[in-house]
């Protein structure tokens, strides 16, 4: 079952469905695996493995003619002037390439992800936050390792500090997903952006397996919609995009491919609902 569910490589089902799987998996984030292979994937002996990676993925490099990387993480984090974005004031946007699933929020604060109970603490680590998006809605978008790793910001507005909290890089594959708390055990980054339209937004970056660096770009800044907010650093990673109670209405094709907790497939900048 898990390994054709889609979105899962044949050795990540090995490493969450058996026992032995696991302690190498524990093992692997134990002896710091991930930080070995961030710091070799962005050396320049890293190079030989884009063009079999571009190949496999059959990812589009039209506007990147010409340009030489310095290493897989170099490639892994260009940068795509050609990304375009629904502009419109009172549309909401995807902030990134991901596969999207969208999950309510219960008066006390949980919510489920492929058969985990979250909470709100859980992700921020403080209960601040529970009563103020009680009812709300959680848009969790699963960028895989082909999807492009830079995001942006989904209206216009301000925001203050980013919040760091340590942990570890679990993948985000869906079995991943099914056989750890992911979203609350890996690295993250989190800050409220106080938006002109969906009012206080919270955004949670999660890392995941080989994905040493959240980069965001700004504190106490203004941003525009569309704007770069950040990037990731290898391979697949999560944005959480938390919203109050009756704060957006998402588009009906957006809700019937999501039904039941299933994921739908989003692009950078791409609307996927409006403000009520």
């Known amino acids: 079952m898990f390994g054709n569910e889609p979105g899962n490589d044949k050795s990540v089902v090995f490493l969450c469905k058996s026992s032995f799987g696991r302690f190498l998996y524990n093992l692997m984030l134990f002896l710091q695996i991930p930080k070995i292979m961030g710091f070799f ?15 496999k993925n059959q990812i589009n490099m039209a506007a990147f ?4 990387f310095k290493s ?5 984090t260009r940068k795509d002037f050609s990304r375009k974005v629904d502009c419109a004031p009172k549309n ?20 489920m992800i492929k058969g985990f109970n979250y909470t709100l603490s859980d992700f921020f680590g403080s209960d601040e936050f529970d009563s103020v998006f009680a009812g709300g809605t959680a848009l969790v978008f699963r960028l ?12 216009s507005g301000t925001l203050e500090k980013n919040h760091f909290l340590k942990g570890k890089l679990y993948s985000v594959q869906p079995v991943c ?13 989190w800050t409220v952006l106080h938006t002109e339209n969906f009012g206080d937004v ?6 995941a397996f080989s994905v040493g660096g959240i980069k965001n770009l700004h504190e106490n800044y203004s941003f525009k919609k569309g704007e770069e907010k950040g990037y990731f650093d290898l391979h697949g990673s999560t944005i959480v995009l938390v919203f109050k109670k009756d704060a957006i209405s998402l588009d009906k094709d957006i809700l019937e491919k999501t039904f039941g907790g299933k994921e739908t497939k989003v692009s950078y900048g791409q609307k996927i609902g409006s403000k009520i």
């Open 92 to 111: 909401l946007i995807s902030p990134c390439d991901s596969a999207l699933s969208v999950f309510t929020i219960e008066e006390n604060s949980t919510f």
């Open 144 to 155: 895989a390792a082909t999807d492009y790793h830079r995001y942006c910001y989904i209206d």
């Open 41 to 55: 994937l962005r050396t320049p002996f890293s190079r030989f493995m884009i063009k079999s990676f571009i190949k």
């Open 65 to 68: 003619e010409g340009r030489k």
């Open 177 to 189: 997903c099914r056989t750890f708390k992911v979203y609350t055990k890996n690295r993250r980054s």
């Open 202 to 207: 919270a955004q949670v970056e999660i890392g």
């Open 72 to 76: 897989f993480n170099d490639f892994f």
